[in-house]
Structures are given as C-alpha cells and as structure tokens.
C-alpha cells in the first residue's frame, strides 16, 4: 500500500494522525485540504513530503489553469506548508517547472518524483543494510528515532527499510523504536509498520536511547533525515542530536539513510535551516512550552550517511559536497 498517491483526480493519502488505531485513506481535492493535511502531519516524512508537494502543485495546476497569479500563490503557499525538510520546496519546484507545459505534464513529473522515491527507497535499503553489516558484524541490534519506514516516503521508507531489509536477511537481532515525543511517530507509527512487517521489537522513552546504548544493548542507531547540508549535518526529529551524543559516547556507528532528494548542498550548515516550531499547544495545555520539531546533529557526530546512490563516509573525511 502506498502513503500517497494520485488516484483519479485526487491525492489519496494513508492519514497518519489515525494510526495505529484507524488505517483510514483520506482523499485530498484541493490545494487547502492538501496543505492542511501536510501541517496536521497526515502526511509527513521528507520523502513524502516531496512527493505530496509536487502532487500539490499538480492539483494547483488544474484548478488555476487560467489564473497565472492565483497558481504562483498556490504553488508558493504548498512550499512553504513546512520549513525543514527541503524535499517539500523541492518537489513543489521541480512540478512547478513544468507549468508552462500545463496541467498534463505537471502531473507526469510529479509521478515521475513519486516513482524516483519508490526506486530511491528500494536502493537505499540494500546499500544500507550492507553498511551495518560491515560495521555490526553478521547480527546487529539496531535503535531507530521518529519514524523512517514506508509512511515517511511512499513504500519501504529509508532507514526503516534497512531495518526490514536487515530481517529479510536474517541479520537482526534486536530493534528499539524510540517513541519520539510530543507526536510518537515512533511509538505510533514505527511500531505499528514492524508490527505489519512481522519484526520483533520494543519501545523505548527517547530519553533512555542514550542509557540503552552505555549498557551495551545497541550496535549502532539509524535514522533518517528532513535535510543533510552541504558539510553533513543532519536536520531530523528533535532527539537525533541526543542519540548522536549518546552513540558517541558509547563507541556505536551513528547512520542516517536519507534519498539524494534530502541531500541540500545548498544549505552550507545546520546553523542556515529554519527548525520548524511546532508551538506550545502539542506539548501541554497546562504550562508554557517550546516545542522546537527538529534538531541538528553536527557532522562529527555522524558515521555514515546513506543515500540512494553513495555512502558518505564522514568518519573518513568525506562530506556531501566536497
Ligand atoms: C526520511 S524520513 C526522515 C525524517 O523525515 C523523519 O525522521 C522526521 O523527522 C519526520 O518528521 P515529521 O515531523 O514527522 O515529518
């Protein structure tokens, strides 16, 4: 089952605010219903972030297709619906490209964009499982932050899909989901895609990772990302910055699987990316409260970063933009 996709004249969506207890399919006709979908977090996750821009701008594209002033607005309200993962600007852009072409050929893109996510995710798993297998050995106990699998992207996701590639492969032995506050992508959702998948695993509170790693219990954390900028920090789920310490610490390779999509050699560091603020409200009602979405993990701090196309090896010096 696919996360999202153009079905009829619409995008379809799996509405992740339901889940675990509802598999519920929401329809999107119009470019509001889509936005707000994208910051109620129905649809999230960078990769399909990307894929939900673009078919963003394919809905746009119809409706305002005598309207050039009301399009740019669109377009430009669907780019914006979220600060952090680059892949939301990005595939909104790369449809947008294809307006003077009309509504045919913006469509075509946008499903070529979902298609290239598919693909990305499919190869991104093998290359990564055949890195934690290199630095694990033949059995690894792998502990996994937000949610990564196939609701992040379209199918199979990005480090969850190590993950499933890894117990496809015999090669796991242990997997601990942090539940990933204030929203619990990980306790929600990740949970809930093992439990499909038929992989064995537990959930941990975000704040004993670290804990869990000291006494031995992980050989290496895996994560995804929202952005890498151009000399390898990684923007992802607020509490990514406090499990890299922690693998740090503990001695445990730190990985992050992430499609060349979420790869802004742009963006020189973390310092230049706006962090989402997801305000006090998600939090708690009954005092005043930061509620910062993402963090940066500085590149020293990383292992390895692997897309679908190369494996950066920080730890030797190498960096996403030379
Ligand atoms: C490739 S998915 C990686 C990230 O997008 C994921 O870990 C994450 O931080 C998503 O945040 P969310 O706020 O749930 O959209």
Known sequence: MRTIDWVDGAVEIIDQTALPGDLRVLRLHTVGELIAAIQSLAVRGAPALGVAGAFGVALAARVHADDPGALRQAVQRIETARPTAVNLARGAQRAANL??????????????????????????????????????????????????????????????????????????????????RPLLQGARLTSWELTQWGVPHRVAVDSAGPF?????????????????????????????????????????????????????????TGAHVEIEDRGAAEVTAWSDAVNPAFDVTPADLVTAIVTDRRVIRLDRAERPRP
């Open 99 to 180: 307006l003077p072409w009309g509504p045919d050929a913006v469509l075509a893109e946008a499903c070529a964009i979902r298609d290239e996510e598919i693909a990305a995710s499919q190869s991104m798993a093998f290359r990564g499982a055949d890195l934690v297998t290199e630095l694990c050995g033949p059995h690894a106990r792998l502990l996994t932050h937000c949610n990564t699998g196939g609701l992040c992207a379209v199918t199979i996701g990005t480090a969850l899909g190590v993950v499933g590639e890894l117990h496809r492969r015999g090669r796991l032995t242990g997997v601990i989901a942090s539940e990933t």
């Open 212 to 268: 869990l790693m000291a006494r031995g219990e992980v050989d290496a954390v895996i994560l995804g990302a929202d952005r890498i900028c151009a000399n390898g920090d990684v923007i992802n789920k607020i509490g990514s910055y406090a499990h890299a310490l922690g693998a740090r610490r503990a001695g445990i390779p730190f990985l992050v699987v992430a499609p060349e999509s979420t790869v802004d050699e742009a963006t020189p």
